[in-house]
């Protein structure tokens, strides 16, 4: 199926049509994988079900600077599994000196902090990526990718309450799911350096264990009855469905720290060992809307998406820059939400688009001057796509 296709059958008008009228409809992602669109509140794109995986159409993804839950993407490995609120218990072990097994009520006794921060999945964009060369995956566009108002005590709160020892470096989190791959069953896990769970700025702490997302409780499929939310990283350090955190001296080994979330060439066991687990996430920006694949009146357009910073504190996006004509010249963009270090911007620009214009171009620049990329290198696993986005018009 080809990109004008795929825009057509996701034009607003189908989605609202279909949505409206409580009926369910039959959508199509990545031109492969036929799901069912669940009418009611659901607003999302489906890539699979179980694990469920699912974006919001693009131009729903730039409407509001906190995306509604409706419209958040949906990541997940495994099951979302069933948990119940009173018998849970969040264990905070490792090197510590007193080891935690907190209920809900007392996480919520520690001091509540709400933050807002950016939450993308290092495969946002593998769609673009594969045409490099194919990458196995979720075949992620450009809607993997949420900001929304976290609410929750400080991971640094519970790890002060349980003493850190001098040995510690880094900071493991487990899920409650449970997620099958290789032959094997076993829980998401996560891990973050000490030095980032301990970084908290007024904008954000180093991480948050979040019981709230945009005022209400996590649904499930967002992690209830917590999470953590690590600002700045990639999505999959912020694991769901928390219930154990490990104080160590190294780096979790876990499946998705030790194997998975790195860069590299081939995938081979020699080179997943000798490279580092990705943490950060890159400068990236996307055209949400108009959509690939329409059908453009020659004269001024309004084009709109996102930018987002690098994660690096203090670092947020300078500028955004839209270009016409194959990046020869360049508008620069009128950024409509406030710059923070750790939160996308959301930007409009207007452009002049003429009979010979094939495809719109965004590239984002931040405060320390560095310029999103014109391509990326390749890599096996298709993450940390962030080279300047095109989107092909009529
Ligand atoms: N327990 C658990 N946590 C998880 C995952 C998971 O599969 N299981 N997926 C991770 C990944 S890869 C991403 S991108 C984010 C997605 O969060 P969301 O589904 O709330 O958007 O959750 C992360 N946390
Ligand atoms: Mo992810």
Same mark, same amino acid.
């Given at each position: 199926m080809n990109q004008a296709s795929i825009a057509s059958l996701i034009s607003r008008r189908t989605l609202l049509k279909n949505w409206s009228a409580g009926a369910i409809g039959l959508m199509l992602i990545g031109g492969k994988l036929p799901s069912i669109l669940a009418a009611d509140e659901s607003r999302l794109l489906v890539h699979s079900k179980a694990p469920m995986n699912a974006e919001p159409p693009l131009p729903d993804l730039v409407r509001s600077w906190i995306t509604p839950v409706e419209s958040f993407f949906i990541r997940s490995h495994g099951n979302t599994p069933e948990i119940n609120a009173d018998s849970f218990r969040l264990t905070v072990e490792g090197l510590v000196e007193t080891p935690q097994a907190l209920s809900l009520a007392e996480l919520g006794r520690f001091e509540q902090h709400a933050v807002t921060a950016t939450l993308t999945c290092a495969g946002n964009r593998r769609s673009e990526h594969s045409r490099l060369k194919p990458v196995k995956g979720v075949q992620w566009r450009e809607g993997a990718i949420g900001n929304a108002k976290w609410r929750g005590a400080r991971l640094s709160d519970l790890l002060k309450k349980a003493g850190v020892r001098e040995s510690a470096k880094h900071v493991w989190f487990e899920g409650l799911d449970s997620v099958e791959d290789g032959g094997k069953t076993f829980a998401f896990g996560g891990s973050i350096p000490l030095e980032k769970a301990l970084l908290d700025r007024d904008v954000a702490p180093g991480a948050l264990l979040a019981t709230m997302m945009n005022d209400k409780p996590l649904t499930a499929d967002h992690g209830f009855p917590v999470r953590t939310v690590v600002p700045g990283y990639i999505g999959a350090r912020s694991v769901k469905w928390l219930s154990k955190i490990v104080v160590s001296d190294r780096p979790s080994p876990n499946h998705f720290v030790a194997d998975v979330y790195k860069l590299v060439d081939e995938g081979t066991l020699l080179e997943v060992a000798e490279n580092a687990p990705i943490y950060r996430m890159p400068l990236n920006s996307a055209i949400c809307s108009p959509m690939a694949g329409a059908a453009l009146k020659p004269g001024? *357009? /309004? %084009? =709109? !998406?996102? =930018?987002?910073?690098? !994660?690096?504190? !203090?670092?947020? *996006?300078?500028? %955004? /820059?839209v270009s016409a004509d194959q990046g020869r010249s360049w508008a620069e963009a009128k950024l409509t939400s406030m710059a923070s270090e750790f939160c996308w911007q959301l930007w409009t620009a207007e452009i002049a688009v003429n009979s010979t214009t094939k495809e719109l171009i965004v590239r984002a620049i931040d405060s320390r001057g560095d310029v999103q990329p014109e391509t990326v290198r390749w890599n096996a696993k298709g993450y940390l796509f962030n080279a300047w986005h095109h989107v092909p018009v009529n």
């Open positions: 001024r *357009i /309004e %084009v =709109a !998406g996102y =930018a987002l910073p690098s !994660g690096v504190p !203090g670092v947020s *996006i300078r500028k %955004v /820059e």
